[in-house]
């Protein structure tokens, strides 16, 4: 089993840069691949990025690719999303998740959730 804890959320205006990260317990992260999804009010959960178990590939949605980027430290037992000129459209509760199917954007396909960290771009 996997206990996820993000942090490193906040607010920022249009255009400004934050890095989320997310704690894994237990021995096994590395055997994990890892994705970030989030969800805005009123909507469905949404793909962002995710990586593979050693962090040898990478997805984005289309949404944010050039902008955000998915990596892993297995050493520290962490995954970052680096996010950078930030849009109102990024804020959303951002959840990491863990998983044994490789690369998914597929919410469900994730066993274990971190509870989110909130991020805000202002205009």
């Known amino acids: 089993q996997v206990q996820l804890v993000e942090s490193g959320g906040g607010s920022v205006q249009t255009g400004g840069s934050l890095r989320l990260s997310c704690a894994a317990s237990g021995r096994t992260f590395s055997s994990y691949s890892m994705g970030w999804v989030r969800q805005a009010p009123g909507k469905e959960r949404e793909f962002v990025a995710a990586?593979?178990?050693?962090?040898?590939?990478?997805s984005g949605a289309d949404s944010v690719k050039g902008r955000f980027t998915i990596s892993r430290d297995n050493a520290k037992n962490t995954v970052y999303l680096k996010m950078h000129s930030m849009k109102p459209e990024d804020t959303a509760i951002y959840y990491c998740a863990a998983g044994r199917n490789g690369i998914t954007r597929y919410a469900a396909a994730y066993a274990y959730w971190g509870q989110g960290t909130q991020v805000t771009v202002s205009s």
């Open positions: 990586i593979t178990c050693i962090g040898s590939s990478t």
